[in-house]
């Protein structure tokens, strides 16, 4: 049946995933037109990377599909003409799944190197994917050389000879997305493709789907918790919790006149909105508090603006110095404080990479930084991946040596100290990483996480610090005898952050640690953070490459691009006012509603 006006590439008829006896996908239904971009928007456990597992014939065991998900149209794309006209893809037979995958239907997956071979070469990567479907092509150089070209990786005929860890994280989805378009496929599935990049990175990406699906006429079925990046590549939105669609409609209308009050609430959480009267951000579960109107996100509405109205004009730090690098002489103290928790002080790390032949050359990955931040302040660093912000964390926090220059923390000196004189900064010193399973031990239960660094406290003392850390992070007390895989990750997340406060430190760093969470997630967390450091009297470092979270969190922030510090002022005025270009090149790269719907 050849393909009409009115017939859709793809449609989805009573969709139910269900594992075991739960329903994972409650009966869902949508379509997608030939040329569409569609946005498939919710929370982590919302059912939106089922749906798209179901439609490309990916489940996972003990996951069962049921209804229709129909693909309609298209001439056979094989040597065997399988793969053209309509198909069930619930119903289809693995050989005629294979056909039509990489064919018909290509995926990008969130994380490349889990997608990518690494054992194999990227050229002869994309090679084999043209080779299945093509297999009378004789000479495939041309080919893979015009693909890597066409994602704009500098020296393709270089790329296509290295293997995937020999990229940079942008590069290798640059390279899957080379892959999923090699065979010009009628629909392009896109589960959160960009979730770990950095906003410039992030950015460029996006420009090349959008570039590649509209060259190849292709419909593309985006799949994201971020309705920034939905507002640029996408048509039509699709809203989805708990297994179910709860709106859907194109991007302008529901962005702007929202009609089911979890989107209006999503939106605002997006936006990191503020409550008018207590300036705490909205979350999708505010105990107490009533959905948000429909005029609510209208006018003055997140999806309007870039802050929303409730955001205090004046900057969170009145009286801080704003500077940027200069273009000549010595780096300038920024921040610059007379009795600081945090000093630092020309600081300086390179690192030796070897080749070939005992060939190396010499890498800078901090070169002259020079801060301080003052007590109770919260200071916020950002930068994209390879700026330097993972090298300073690793000297603020006494794991490494600087090559030259001096941190002090509390007025002591920390750089060159053997670990046994480092025990004061231990305690008074935590961190809270990005992915908490990585950070909290599987086999322990939450009170033995918590109470680990209480070594010497009785265990009654623990129990009860335990027990009051966990009303603290908003956690029942119930729950301290469960362990780290029972909980969401958000949960895991609080549990983190009790952790690092079980010593009562002094200085809290944040190193990402709202990166990985769902927008609401995120609110309850950085509001949990601006609650305990107003508790603790904490002094923050928070790291981030989320310049809309930095603004909101944090008093100051200093711009880091390739290993410099090169602006430094108040978080609200660097944002608003940028004066180095960096900085301004990062605020421009933020997606954002409104650039869509205004």
Same mark, same amino acid.
């Given at each position: 049946m050849s393909l009409t006006d009115t017939e859709p590439l793809l449609s989805v008829e009573n969709l139910t995933v269900s594992s075991g006896r739960n329903q994972l996908?409650?009966?869902?239904?949508?379509?997608? +037109?030939?040329?569409?971009?569609?946005?498939?928007?919710?929370?982590?456990? +919302?059912?939106? +990377?089922?749906?798209?597992?179901?439609?490309?014939?990916? &489940?996972g065991q003990g996951l069962r599909a049921e209804g229709r998900v129909a693909l309609h149209g298209?001439? $056979?794309?094989?040597? %065997?003409?399988?793969?053209?006209?309509?198909?069930? #893809? #619930?119903? /289809?037979? =693995?050989?005629?799944? /294979? @056909?039509?995958?990489?064919?018909? #239907?290509?995926?990008?997956?969130?994380? $490349?190197?889990? @997608?990518l071979n690494p054992l194999m070469k990227v050229g002869d990567q994309l090679a084999e994917i043209i080779a299945i479907h093509r297999p009378k092509t004789k000479n495939l150089t041309p080919r893979v050389l015009e693909l890597l070209s066409s994602v704009r990786i500098p020296e393709p005929a270089r790329a296509a000879k290295v293997y995937p860890h020999q990229m940079s994280g942008g590069q290798r989805q640059r390279v899957m997305l080379a892959m999923a378009m090699a065979n010009e496929p009628e629909l392009l599935l896109a589960d959160e493709p960009t979730t770990a990049l950095d906003v410039t990175v992030q950015r460029q990406v996006l420009k090349l789907m959008t570039e590649q699906v509209e060259r190849a006429g292709a419909s593309l079925l985006f799949i994201t918790h971020d309705l920034g990046v939905v507002s640029e590549v996408c048509d039509r939105v699709l809203i989805m919790r708990h297994g179910k669609i709860l709106e859907s409609g194109p991007i302008d209308r529901v962005f702007t006149a929202p009609e089911h009050p979890y989107t209006r609430a999503l939106i605002a959480a997006s936006s990191l909105a503020t409550h008018p009267e207590t300036g705490r951000l909205l979350t999708l579960d505010r105990p107490g508090a009533e959905p948000m109107a429909p005029e609510d996100c209208q006018k003055g509405s997140p999806a309007e603006q870039d802050t929303p109205t409730t955001e205090p004009e004046a900057p969170k730090a009145p009286g801080v110095q704003h500077l940027t690098l200069p273009a000549e002489g010595p780096e300038p103290v920024f921040n610059e404080s007379e009795n600081p928790m945090i000093r630092v002080r020309d600081l300086t790390r390179t690192y030796g990479r070897h080749g070939p032949f005992g060939r190396g050359r010499v890498v800078p990955a901090l070169r002259g930084v020079s801060f301080d931040v003052p007590v109770g302040q919260r200071f916020g660093i950002v930068g994209e991946s390879g700026c330097g912000k993972s090298t300073l964390l690793r000297l603020l926090t006494a794991l490494?040596?600087?090559?030259?220059?001096?941190?002090?923390? @509390?007025? =002591?000196?920390?750089?060159?100290?053997? =670990?046994?004189? #480092?025990?004061? &900064?231990?305690?008074?010193?935590?961190?809270?990483?990005?992915? $908490?399973?990585?950070? &909290?031990?599987?086999?322990?239960?939450? %009170?033995d996480v918590i109470a680990e660094p209480l070594r010497r406290a009785d265990s009654a003392e623990r129990r009860h610090r335990v027990e009051e850390l966990l009303e603290q992070v908003g956690l029942p007390v119930s729950s301290a005898k469960k362990y780290p895989h029972e909980f969401s990750g958000g949960q895991r997340q609080r549990i983190a952050i009790a952790r /690092? &406060?079980? %010593?009562?430190?002094?200085?809290?760093?944040?190193?990402? @640690?709202?990166? /990985?969470?769902d927008v609401s997630v995120r609110a309850q967390v950085l509001n949990l953070l601006e609650d305990l450091v107003q508790e603790y009297r904490l002094t923050m470092v928070f790291v981030s490459h989320d310049l809309n979270v930095v603004r909101h969190s944090c008093d100051v922030v200093a711009v880091m691009n390739a290993g410099r510090i090169v602006e430094c002022g108040p978080a609200q005025t660097v944002f608003a006012s940028p004066e180095h270009p960096y900085t301004a090149e990062l605020a421009a790269a933020i997606p954002r509603i409104r650039d869509r719907v205004s």
């Amino acid at each position: 049946m050849s393909l009409t006006d009115t017939e859709p590439l793809l449609s989805v008829e009573n969709l139910t995933v269900s594992s075991g006896r739960n329903q994972l996908v409650r009966s869902i239904d949508f379509k997608i +037109s030939r040329g569409e971009r569609v946005g498939l928007i919710g929370e982590s456990g +919302s059912g939106k +990377s089922l749906t798209c597992l179901s439609v490309i014939g990916l &489940l996972g065991q003990g996951l069962r599909a049921e209804g229709r998900v129909a693909l309609h149209g298209g001439p $056979p794309k094989d040597r %065997t003409g399988a793969g053209g006209g309509r198909v069930d #893809l #619930l119903t /289809a037979t =693995e050989n005629q799944l /294979a @056909a039509i995958r990489g064919n018909r #239907l290509s995926m990008v997956f969130q994380e $490349p190197m889990t @997608a990518l071979n690494p054992l194999m070469k990227v050229g002869d990567q994309l090679a084999e994917i043209i080779a299945i479907h093509r297999p009378k092509t004789k000479n495939l150089t041309p080919r893979v050389l015009e693909l890597l070209s066409s994602v704009r990786i500098p020296e393709p005929a270089r790329a296509a000879k290295v293997y995937p860890h020999q990229m940079s994280g942008g590069q290798r989805q640059r390279v899957m997305l080379a892959m999923a378009m090699a065979n010009e496929p009628e629909l392009l599935l896109a589960d959160e493709p960009t979730t770990a990049l950095d906003v410039t990175v992030q950015r460029q990406v996006l420009k090349l789907m959008t570039e590649q699906v509209e060259r190849a006429g292709a419909s593309l079925l985006f799949i994201t918790h971020d309705l920034g990046v939905v507002s640029e590549v996408c048509d039509r939105v699709l809203i989805m919790r708990h297994g179910k669609i709860l709106e859907s409609g194109p991007i302008d209308r529901v962005f702007t006149a929202p009609e089911h009050p979890y989107t209006r609430a999503l939106i605002a959480a997006s936006s990191l909105a503020t409550h008018p009267e207590t300036g705490r951000l909205l979350t999708l579960d505010r105990p107490g508090a009533e959905p948000m109107a429909p005029e609510d996100c209208q006018k003055g509405s997140p999806a309007e603006q870039d802050t929303p109205t409730t955001e205090p004009e004046a900057p969170k730090a009145p009286g801080v110095q704003h500077l940027t690098l200069p273009a000549e002489g010595p780096e300038p103290v920024f921040n610059e404080s007379e009795n600081p928790m945090i000093r630092v002080r020309d600081l300086t790390r390179t690192y030796g990479r070897h080749g070939p032949f005992g060939r190396g050359r010499v890498v800078p990955a901090l070169r002259g930084v020079s801060f301080d931040v003052p007590v109770g302040q919260r200071f916020g660093i950002v930068g994209e991946s390879g700026c330097g912000k993972s090298t300073l964390l690793r000297l603020l926090t006494a794991l490494d040596d600087p090559t030259s220059g001096h941190v002090e923390v @509390a007025g =002591e000196t920390i750089t060159g100290r053997k =670990e046994r004189r #480092l025990r004061w &900064l231990r305690e008074s010193m935590q961190i809270v990483f990005q992915d $908490p399973m990585g950070s &909290l031990d599987p086999r322990m239960n939450i %009170t033995d996480v918590i109470a680990e660094p209480l070594r010497r406290a009785d265990s009654a003392e623990r129990r009860h610090r335990v027990e009051e850390l966990l009303e603290q992070v908003g956690l029942p007390v119930s729950s301290a005898k469960k362990y780290p895989h029972e909980f969401s990750g958000g949960q895991r997340q609080r549990i983190a952050i009790a952790r /690092a &406060l079980v %010593t009562r430190p002094k200085v809290l760093i944040a190193d990402e @640690a709202v990166s /990985a969470l769902d927008v609401s997630v995120r609110a309850q967390v950085l509001n949990l953070l601006e609650d305990l450091v107003q508790e603790y009297r904490l002094t923050m470092v928070f790291v981030s490459h989320d310049l809309n979270v930095v603004r909101h969190s944090c008093d100051v922030v200093a711009v880091m691009n390739a290993g410099r510090i090169v602006e430094c002022g108040p978080a609200q005025t660097v944002f608003a006012s940028p004066e180095h270009p960096y900085t301004a090149e990062l605020a421009a790269a933020i997606p954002r509603i409104r650039d869509r719907v205004s």
